[in-house]
């Protein structure tokens, strides 16, 4: 696939495939899960990974062509276009740096949906974070952005962080900062983050959760508890 040395002609081959072999039925049935208008070729999560992983060991001799090949994959409007993107840098996230992570925010800026922005703040953008905490700095400017899918960036890309017992700083600032934000995307992503927060670092997160509970939008409070112990639930709930 890679002795064509042509990363937009890779891409188009990648794409005819993700086309030629998807499920015309599970396309339409995708549609359900979102509030905007998805173009998909109905490809179920198990095969694209298994796709993925062959694809990457036909481009992974070459780092700088496999990202320019992800490249064109996400400045696409297909679903498994971007999340194939997703799933062969992922696996080369290893070899990169900072130069890559600024690639990444930039895609940012060609998220059609929640799903290829969670999976980009998740599997990349996260992880690079983790990798570098000095980077977790971006995260203050894409919360002031007015790009949705920035500000949700600003807290889904902390949740592995959070996870390990990093950016417990960063991640009450981002909560402060996310509070008032009307977007139920926004909310929704700060909603997670705080669930994982305090599924895993419970010390840390509950503390947060109690002292805004009474400002917090109710999507986001109740996302929030939704790991917790009932009676501790039903006490943040009650405002």
């Given at each position: 696939?890679?002795?064509?040395?042509?990363?937009?002609?890779?891409?188009?081959?990648?794409?005819?495939?993700?086309?030629t072999h998807g499920s015309a039925e599970h396309a339409a049935?995708?549609?359900?899960?979102?509030?905007?208008?998805?173009?998909?070729?109905?490809?179920?999560?198990?095969?694209?990974?298994?796709?993925?992983?062959?694809?990457?060991?036909?481009?992974?001799?070459?780092?700088?062509?496999?990202?320019?090949?992800?490249?064109?994959?996400?400045?696409?409007?297909?679903?498994?276009?971007k999340v194939l993107a997703v799933l062969l840098a992922q696996?080369?996230?290893?070899?990169?740096?900072?130069?890559?992570?600024?690639?990444?925010?930039?895609?940012?800026?060609?998220?059609?949906?929640?799903?290829?922005?969670?999976?980009?703040?998740?599997?990349?953008?996260?992880?690079?974070?983790?990798?570098?905490?000095?980077?977790?700095?971006?995260?203050?400017?894409?919360?002031?952005?007015?790009?949705?899918?920035?500000?949700?960036?600003?807290?889904?890309?902390?949740?592995?962080?959070?996870?390990?017992?990093?950016?417990?700083?960063?991640?009450?600032?981002?909560?402060?900062?996310?509070?008032?934000?009307?977007?139920?995307?926004?909310?929704?992503?700060?909603?997670?983050?705080?669930?994982?927060?305090?599924?895993?670092?419970?010390?840390?997160?509950?503390?947060?959760?109690?002292?805004?509970?009474?400002?917090?939008?109710?999507?986001?409070?109740?996302?929030?508890?939704?790991?917790?112990?009932?009676?501790?639930?039903?006490?943040?709930?009650?405002?």
């Amino acid at each position: 696939m890679a002795q064509h040395r042509n990363p937009a002609r890779v891409a188009a081959a990648l794409k005819k495939h993700l086309r030629t072999h998807g499920s015309a039925e599970h396309a339409a049935g995708v549609q359900w899960f979102f509030k905007e208008e998805i173009q998909s070729h109905g490809w179920y999560t198990d095969a694209l990974r298994r796709y993925a992983g062959v694809v990457h060991t036909s481009l992974a001799g070459d780092p700088a062509f496999l990202l320019a090949v992800t490249d064109a994959l996400f400045e696409g409007r297909v679903l498994e276009e971007k999340v194939l993107a997703v799933l062969l840098a992922q696996r080369s996230l290893r070899h990169f740096g900072a130069s890559e992570f600024g690639r990444f925010e930039r895609w940012l800026g060609h998220v059609a949906s929640w799903a290829d922005h969670d999976a980009l703040a998740m599997f990349l953008l996260g992880p690079l974070l983790i990798a570098d905490p000095k980077r977790v700095r971006r995260v203050f400017t894409w919360a002031k952005s007015r790009s949705r899918w920035r500000r949700r960036a600003a807290a889904v890309a902390l949740i592995h962080g959070v996870r390990k017992g990093l950016f417990k700083d960063e991640a009450a600032a981002i909560t402060d900062r996310l509070l008032g934000d009307d977007d139920d995307m926004v909310q929704k992503g700060l909603g997670w983050l705080l669930r994982e927060w305090c599924k895993y670092r419970p010390a840390d997160a509950i503390p947060v959760v109690m002292k805004i509970r009474r400002d917090t939008p109710r999507l986001v409070l109740r996302t929030a508890c939704e790991t917790l112990p009932p009676a501790q639930r039903r006490r943040i709930l009650a405002r």
